[in-house]
């Protein structure tokens, strides 16, 4: 048991609750010693498999007549690992060549693979390890008849284990998991994703310590501070009682603001848009009054699938959001991969350092067709809606210049084939490297408009990889150092007339909004769930009080003291 009432993790999914803990570990009921015969164990090593693929579909399609399109990627691409022929091989020699049972053979294969894809030192496929891991383990109690997490939760639960699958939280009562505490993980899982997604509140990344807790022992979880409060006192257990019934009466507030103007308290009008990957989120954005989207990402068309898109399939999805959004604009991020996004249909080659690789806009430039056809489903949609394309990672004047003549060529190609588009598209770039924050001026020039993408931005700034545990605390989105690269990108855009939309993560901040807005920036585009937030901090402050906000950030010698100002 820890010797703290307090551990910190990682914010997974916010959210405040208090509850029993329940500790939940599959393995303790898992025997995996059973001797079989080979030719049993490998069908009841087939029939588990098929019955793991029935329950991951199952959970695939409730998704996606949810309208989860990408949370129910997750389960296609688990069910693609599941049913790979290499898994089932291995398992089936160890069985053959060494008498192994069903479940120890499964259990061998999986780590075998899992350690294979972390040895390459590749935060992508480490990732892909731990859903290997996943869908093995389903194997593992379906073969071993050990209890499933809906097996143990008979009453109300705050959830505390080493790791959880995302089939773990979609097979349990929403109202029986309060929310989930994790030794393990990270806050790109899949199984955090899903998560938030499905809003349980959750804190991973929290060590071993977690393990050592009892069975019942009070829990208050606060998603949003990444805090696990072990056996509060009564003045803690008060104070996180006030904390969630404040959240609680403050979120009902907001939706009642959903149809208030955005606009500073002395009249400045700031439009507040919503950033989406699927018509469901586009929707979700519209009813929380977005007034249009700041970046639709494009990149799950791609991904997770043995081909790349046609045209005709990108135009029906740019089409479909164009008629949720009648008359909005909409900012269409072209294809970002490489990094940590890879496509199954246009593999890339491994690199040292993958986010300093080729990725962005330099894929799409180096192989023009991808690029040329994403413009051509853009240019038709435009025909119909205000779509406004927007290239990302862009570096280089020569880039945006050579995306422009893309752009034209595609419009070239349908004026001859008669096919009606939109004659005056806008060509935005993406700020995420300094390099084009500070060159923004000769950027502007070329550019119909700028959004900054902060999440990048930052941790190029930094030198600081976000996803990287060991020096996270360096990734400090608010550091004067990038405070002053938005304000340079605003002051050039501004010179031009351009606009500037925030949409990476800081845009959906509350407590930056006001520094963002002294900054210059004329738009914030954040998630759905974050647009209420937002809409709040902006009718809360004058323009002139914001200018003098960011003037005193500005002058500050680290983040911590930015963030002493907003307190």
């Given at each position: 048991m820890p010797t703290s009432h307090l551990l910190c993790g990682l914010a997974a999914a916010p959210g405040i609750v208090i509850g029993p803990a329940l500790i939940f570990d599959p393995s303790v009921t898992m025997d995996l010693s059973v001797a079989e015969p080979p030719e049993k164990a490998i069908a009841r090593l087939d029939a588990a498999i098929a019955k793991v693929d029935e329950v991951i579909a199952a959970h695939e399609t409730q998704l996606r007549q949810d309208g989860r399109i990408e949370e129910a990627e997750i389960f296609e691409a688990h069910r693609m690992l599941l049913v790979d022929p290499s898994l089932r091989e291995r398992a089936v020699n160890l069985i053959l060549k060494g008498a192994q049972s069903a479940a120890r053979a499964i259990r061998i294969a999986g780590e075998e693979q899992a350690a294979e894809l972390v040895e390459l030192d590749d935060a992508y496929l480490s990732a892909r390890a731990a859903d290997i891991r996943d869908v093995v383990d389903q194997v593992q109690r379906h073969l071993t008849g050990a209890k499933s997490l809906v097996e143990y939760l008979t009453t109300p639960s705050v959830?505390?284990?080493?790791?959880?699958?995302p089939s773990d939280l979609m097979s349990v009562p929403r109202d029986m998991l309060l929310g989930f505490a994790l030794a393990e993980g990270g806050v790109t899982t899949h199984s955090t994703i899903l998560a938030r997604a499905l809003s349980i509140p959750s804190v991973v990344g929290l060590g071993d310590a977690i393990l050592r807790l009892s069975d019942g022992m009070l829990l208050g979880l606060d998603g949003a501070a990444g805090q696990l409060h072990i056996e509060p006192d009564t003045n803690e257990l008060?104070?996180?009682q006030r904390a969630r019934a404040s959240q609680d009466a403050y979120t009902y507030a907001l939706r009642a603001e959903v149809g208030l103007p955005t606009v500073t308290q002395d009249g400045k009008a700031v439009l507040l848009l919503a950033n989406a990957s699927t018509v469901a989120e586009v929707q979700e954005g519209?009813?929380?009054?977005?007034?249009g989207l700041g970046l639709l990402r494009t990149e799950l068309l791609f991904m997770e699938r043995p081909d790349l898109p046609s045209e005709e399939e990108q135009l029906a999805l740019y089409a479909a959001v164009g008629a949720v959004m009648p008359g909005l604009p909409i900012t269409v991020r072209t294809l970002d991969v490489g990094g940590d996004k890879y496509l199954e249909a246009f593999p890339m080659p491994h690199e040292e350092n993958p986010f300093l690789g080729w990725r962005g806009v330099r894929i799409g430039l180096s192989r023009p067709e991808l690029l040329l056809t994403q413009m051509r489903a853009l240019l038709r949609a435009g025909a119909h809606a205000d779509i406004r394309?927007?290239?990302?990672?862009?570096?280089?004047?020569?880039?945006?210049r050579q995306a422009r003549a893309l752009l034209q060529q595609a419009m070239a190609e349908l004026e001859a084939e008669g096919v009606e588009y939109n004659h005056t598209p806008q060509l935005g770039v993406m700020i995420e490297v300094p390099a084009a924050a500070l060159n923004a001026e000769a950027l502007a020039r070329e550019a119909d408009f700028f959004s900054l993408g902060t999440n990048d931005l930052t941790q190029y700034t930094l030198a600081c990889d976000r996803g990287n545990s060991r020096i996270a605390s360096l990734y400090q989105p608010l550091d004067p150092a990038i405070l002053r690269l938005i304000g340079m990108t605003c002051a050039a855009a501004h010179r031009h007339g351009r606009m500037v939309t925030v949409c990476g993560e800081l845009g959906g901040d509350p407590q930056a909004t006001p520094i963002l807005l002294g900054l210059g920036v004329d738009e914030l585009s954040c998630g759905p769930n974050s647009l209420p937030l937002v809409r709040a901090a902006i009718r809360a402050i004058t323009s002139s009080d914001a200018t003098k906000l960011a003037e005193r950030a500005l002058a500050c010698a680290n983040a911590a003291e930015v963030q002493a100002l907003l307190i």
């Amino acid at each position: 048991m820890p010797t703290s009432h307090l551990l910190c993790g990682l914010a997974a999914a916010p959210g405040i609750v208090i509850g029993p803990a329940l500790i939940f570990d599959p393995s303790v009921t898992m025997d995996l010693s059973v001797a079989e015969p080979p030719e049993k164990a490998i069908a009841r090593l087939d029939a588990a498999i098929a019955k793991v693929d029935e329950v991951i579909a199952a959970h695939e399609t409730q998704l996606r007549q949810d309208g989860r399109i990408e949370e129910a990627e997750i389960f296609e691409a688990h069910r693609m690992l599941l049913v790979d022929p290499s898994l089932r091989e291995r398992a089936v020699n160890l069985i053959l060549k060494g008498a192994q049972s069903a479940a120890r053979a499964i259990r061998i294969a999986g780590e075998e693979q899992a350690a294979e894809l972390v040895e390459l030192d590749d935060a992508y496929l480490s990732a892909r390890a731990a859903d290997i891991r996943d869908v093995v383990d389903q194997v593992q109690r379906h073969l071993t008849g050990a209890k499933s997490l809906v097996e143990y939760l008979t009453t109300p639960s705050v959830v505390v284990a080493r790791h959880l699958g995302p089939s773990d939280l979609m097979s349990v009562p929403r109202d029986m998991l309060l929310g989930f505490a994790l030794a393990e993980g990270g806050v790109t899982t899949h199984s955090t994703i899903l998560a938030r997604a499905l809003s349980i509140p959750s804190v991973v990344g929290l060590g071993d310590a977690i393990l050592r807790l009892s069975d019942g022992m009070l829990l208050g979880l606060d998603g949003a501070a990444g805090q696990l409060h072990i056996e509060p006192d009564t003045n803690e257990l008060h104070r996180l009682q006030r904390a969630r019934a404040s959240q609680d009466a403050y979120t009902y507030a907001l939706r009642a603001e959903v149809g208030l103007p955005t606009v500073t308290q002395d009249g400045k009008a700031v439009l507040l848009l919503a950033n989406a990957s699927t018509v469901a989120e586009v929707q979700e954005g519209l009813a929380w009054g977005a007034a249009g989207l700041g970046l639709l990402r494009t990149e799950l068309l791609f991904m997770e699938r043995p081909d790349l898109p046609s045209e005709e399939e990108q135009l029906a999805l740019y089409a479909a959001v164009g008629a949720v959004m009648p008359g909005l604009p909409i900012t269409v991020r072209t294809l970002d991969v490489g990094g940590d996004k890879y496509l199954e249909a246009f593999p890339m080659p491994h690199e040292e350092n993958p986010f300093l690789g080729w990725r962005g806009v330099r894929i799409g430039l180096s192989r023009p067709e991808l690029l040329l056809t994403q413009m051509r489903a853009l240019l038709r949609a435009g025909a119909h809606a205000d779509i406004r394309i927007m290239i990302p990672m862009v570096t280089t004047i020569d880039e945006v210049r050579q995306a422009r003549a893309l752009l034209q060529q595609a419009m070239a190609e349908l004026e001859a084939e008669g096919v009606e588009y939109n004659h005056t598209p806008q060509l935005g770039v993406m700020i995420e490297v300094p390099a084009a924050a500070l060159n923004a001026e000769a950027l502007a020039r070329e550019a119909d408009f700028f959004s900054l993408g902060t999440n990048d931005l930052t941790q190029y700034t930094l030198a600081c990889d976000r996803g990287n545990s060991r020096i996270a605390s360096l990734y400090q989105p608010l550091d004067p150092a990038i405070l002053r690269l938005i304000g340079m990108t605003c002051a050039a855009a501004h010179r031009h007339g351009r606009m500037v939309t925030v949409c990476g993560e800081l845009g959906g901040d509350p407590q930056a909004t006001p520094i963002l807005l002294g900054l210059g920036v004329d738009e914030l585009s954040c998630g759905p769930n974050s647009l209420p937030l937002v809409r709040a901090a902006i009718r809360a402050i004058t323009s002139s009080d914001a200018t003098k906000l960011a003037e005193r950030a500005l002058a500050c010698a680290n983040a911590a003291e930015v963030q002493a100002l907003l307190i």
